[in-house]
């Protein structure tokens, strides 16, 4: 009965457990070798590992989060069109001048000094105070609606960020920790 690569013929594959079978090849195979398939496969890993971390993952990543951050500092939308007289083919109805603005005294106060936005350099650089509207142009409900959601995307982000970190060196120690740790048995 012919042996395969691990050493065994098919009969005693067929009694051993293959986990069992495999992992006492490979340290046959570190034995004989001087810890070289061991060792290779461990830095393989570890290779592809930070390749693909390093290289490929974070430059996307930043980018998306750059985009957004830049999106934050868009212009106001620009100013609703001017109120258009009555057409002829409705001169028959009975017309409603549109409201008049409100007056400059019964506008609220801008904001202090000491409001949220001013006490917050960190925020303020990232999420600057909104822009002030005239009365000839109010703001839209699409503008705030899209600001909501820049702030609601960049926390999303900020928070994939750390789970990336976290989930780096987590995995980065308990990775190469049992690797130093199998060397002190092989």
Do not use: D, K
Not at 34 to 51: D, G, K, N, Y
Not at 76 to 96: I, K, R, V
Not at 111 to 122: N, V
């Amino acid at each position: 009965m012919s042996l395969g690569i691990t050493g065994f013929s098919s009969g005693q594959l067929r009694n051993y457990n293959y986990t069992r079978v495999i992992w006492s090849a490979v340290r046959r195979r570190s034995y004989e070798n001087r810890r070289l398939p061991t060792v290779a496969i461990f830095l393989l890993h570890h290779v592809f590992f930070f390749f693909f971390f390093f290289f490929f993952f974070p430059p996307s990543f930043f980018f998306i989060l750059l985009l957004f951050l830049l999106l934050l500092h868009l212009p106001p939308p620009p100013p609703p069109p001017s109120p258009l007289p009555p057409s002829p083919l409705f001169l028959h109805l009975p017309f409603t001048p549109p409201p008049s603005p409100p007056s400059p005294s019964s506008l609220p106060p801008p904001p202090s000094s000491s409001s949220f936005f001013s006490t917050s350099p960190l925020l303020l650089l990232h999420f600057p105070p909104p822009p002030t509207f005239s009365s000839s142009s109010p703001p839209s409900s699409f503008f705030f609606f899209f600001r909501q959601l820049q702030i609601l995307l960049v926390c999303i982000l900020s928070c994939l960020l750390f789970l990336y970190l976290f989930f780096f060196f987590f995995f980065f120690f308990f990775s190469f920790f049992p690797f130093f740790f199998l060397l002190l048995f092989f």
